[in-house]
């Protein structure tokens, strides 16, 4: 690995611990927190949105090892 990867390696994971730190005070600021209806809102949605998007790229995936995707295309080159 080069200095300069580990250095975006290590430049990512400090954004990332500034981010942890200080999202919380943004989380829970100012409001007066979630119900438990909104948890389970916010739960079932992210579960949804991960299903979703693993069942398109299954999908992507899927149609084009079968070759649906294929552009089908004549023998004779002339055409």
Do not use: Q
Not at 22 to 40: N, Y
Not at 42 to 56: D, E, F, H, K
Not at 65 to 70: A, E, L, M, V
């Amino acid at each position: 690995m080069s200095r300069k990867a580990i250095a975006i390696v290590f430049a990512c994971l400090a954004v990332l611990a500034v981010v942890l730190a200080v999202m919380p005070r943004f989380w829970m600021g100012g409001s007066d927190g979630i119900s438990g209806h909104g948890w389970a809102a916010y739960i079932i949605g992210a579960v949804m949105t991960v299903g979703l998007s693993g069942g398109l790229f299954f999908l992507t995936f899927y149609s084009a090892r079968s070759g649906h995707d294929d552009i089908d295309r004549p023998d004779d080159p002339s055409v």
